[in-house]
């Protein structure tokens, strides 16, 4: 495995992509782990703040509506 942008021996893979990146190719993004609701009914998240990004894809913002698997 290879970093994506340059080819040089990879630290990791995105979390959102699995893209291998290498020490130079990698940023920071926070990853929702998972959702709930809690007691007073108010969604909560479990959010990793800093969690390793290739810089190339691009998490969509919201949640995207899948009918189709439903």
């Known amino acids: 495995m ?17 893209r291998a990146v290498c ?6 993004m926070p990853f929702i782990l998972t959702i709930f609701v ?7 998240a479990v959010v ?4 390793l990004w290739c810089g190339t894809c691009k998490p969509q913002p919201e949640p995207l509506p899948m ?4």
């Open 2 to 18: 290879r970093c994506h942008k340059c080819g040089e021996t990879p630290m990791g893979v995105c979390q959102f992509c699995g």
């Open 23 to 28: 020490d130079q190719h990698h940023g920071p």
């Open 38 to 44: 809690g007691d007073n009914q108010i969604p909560k």
């Open 48 to 51: 990793v703040s800093d969690a």
């Open 67 to 70: 009918p189709e698997i439903y």
